[in-house]
């Protein structure tokens, strides 16, 4: 395979961000801080560039099969690419859901084909399907929607969380909205008067994740079970999350980051989500849990649907919105407004996320790791246009605002998927399947506990 040399990026490293060049040769890192003449096929001039590991999105929804008019396994790794996402664990609510090895497998096998970027898949859980959890040896872990959810994808019954959380030894994640009390919440608003998309947070109000979250670690602590609390939207979940380490690790998004009620206004259904937005507060609060590591992580929960779809009335809108192309800018922008580090974003991004989902050899620039990268100018501001989006919905609740900076180049084992702004369509990089076979970081001192 080539050896490509990348030449005087600011490389950044867990521990901090150098000049150097860097040595990629047969999909791994094999050089940090290599000879300026070091012989390579390919040399790449990146004088005033940051070089970042490439980013991983434990957090998708890419909707295939089934619901492929809103996004598909191929046009969601594009999307990455562009965003300077090189690996994405996709979640099982598609149709038909991701709840045995067969509808699994069959996910693998089409990303396999299409995916453009690194890739893995959730097993979803079923009040019934212990059986199948319990023998899956090639997902990187359960996904449990305890609320916010139809069908068999539901698990509100207690007898089936003990079940799974005593019975699966894969990490758990869970989306935790009390279905009780959003039920409740809905009949008492709708009793008022016509709903409307202010309500969508009254519905799914902050006692809705607080409890579920709180009954969720109760289930991981009690059976010694590793954790990840997905998308929290509180700041009151923040202690709970705090208290029950190192069996709990937790991560945000970028729109309960950014977007509070007071935007509703403004933005309508277009950031409608489950869990909803909540008050500024709070994205004070869970900003505050990220800089001290109490929330490790951050992923997308990218969620697409049509313009049409989310221009519907209140209810009939549909929650969920598009992110991956814009995460990394969004939270760079917090870098150049000077409220985190290169390396907090790093961490957050990329290594964090490697290390609770057990994927190993990703999520930092070191010697042997795979050379999953990406090239950053952070000095070359770009504009959010909806029509310039490359992910299948062509919208993003950010279009109109300008972030100050771009991904130039994307790699994934060392080949270039995207650069300059266009999808290298000729080649599908190097992707790896990322499962739990690959081993894990969780049983290590330098996992759990991050």
């Known amino acids: 395979m080539p050896k490509t040399l990348i030449r005087d990026a600011r490389v950044v490293l867990p521990a901090q961000t150098v000049e150097t060049n860097v040595l990629l040769e047969d999909g791994k890192i094999t050089g940090i801080d290599a000879a300026r003449d070091q012989g390579a096929d390919e040399v790449i001039e990146a004088e005033g560039l940051i070089l970042l590991p490439g980013v991983i999105d434990d957090q998708v929804h890419f909707r295939e099969p089934g619901l492929t008019h809103k996004e598909d396994i191929e046009t969601g790794s594009i999307g990455c690419a562009a965003g300077g996402i090189t690996t994405f664990l996709e979640m099982p609510n598609t149709n038909p859901p991701s709840v045995d090895r067969e509808h699994l497998q069959w996910k693998y096998d089409r990303a396999a084909k299409l995916s453009r970027v690194n890739y893995g898949f959730y097993i979803g859980a079923t009040e019934d399907n212990v059986a199948e959890l319990r023998n899956c040896d090639f997902a990187p872990g359960i996904k449990i929607f305890i609320g916010s959810s139809t069908g068999n994808l539901l698990v509100d019954q207690q007898e089936a969380l003990e079940r799974i959380f005593a019975e699966t030894t894969l990490p758990i994640c869970a989306h935790c909205e009390d279905e009780t009390t959003v039920r ?43 954790f990840h609390v997905l998308h929290v939207s509180t700041g009151a979940e923040v202690p709970e999350i705090k208290a029950a380490k190192p069996w709990i690790t937790a991560e945000a998004c970028p729109h309960h980051l950014f977007f509070s009620v007071d935007d509703y206004a403004r933005m309508g259904s277009l950031i409608q989500m489950n869990p909803s937005v909540k008050n500024p507060e709070d994205n004070a609060q869970v900003w505050q849990a990220l800089m001290d590591n109490d929330i490790q992580v951050i992923a997308t929960d990218h969620a697409p649907h049509t313009w049409d779809e989310k221009q519907q009335d209140y209810p009939a809108s549909p929650s969920g919105l598009p992110a991956v192309e814009n995460s990394l800018g969004l939270i760079l922008r917090q870098v150049v407004d000077g409220k985190c580090t290169l390396q907090q974003v790093a961490a957050w991004m990329s290594d964090a996320p490697a290390r609770v989902w057990g994927i190993v050899g990703k999520g930092r620039i070191e010697v042997g790791y795979d050379a999953d990268l990406v090239l950053v100018n952070m000095n070359l501001e770009h504009d959010i246009v909806n029509e310039k989006q490359f992910t299948k919905s062509r919208w993003s609740p950010w279009a109109g605002e300008t972030l100050p900076t771009s991904v130039i180049r994307t790699f994934v084992g060392g080949k270039t998927v995207f650069m300059n702004g266009e999808v290298i369509s000729e080649a599908h990089g190097s992707p790896t399947r990322c499962d739990h076979a690959r081993g894990g970081y969780w049983n290590t001192p330098d996992g759990i506990g991050l």
């Open 184 to 226: 409740n919440n809905r009949a008492r608003l709708e009793a008022a008067g016509k709903l409307t998309i202010h309500d969508h947070s009254r519905i799914r109000d902050h006692e809705a994740a607080i409890v579920s979250t709180r009954r969720a670690i109760d289930l991981a602590t009690r059976h010694q079970h590793r």
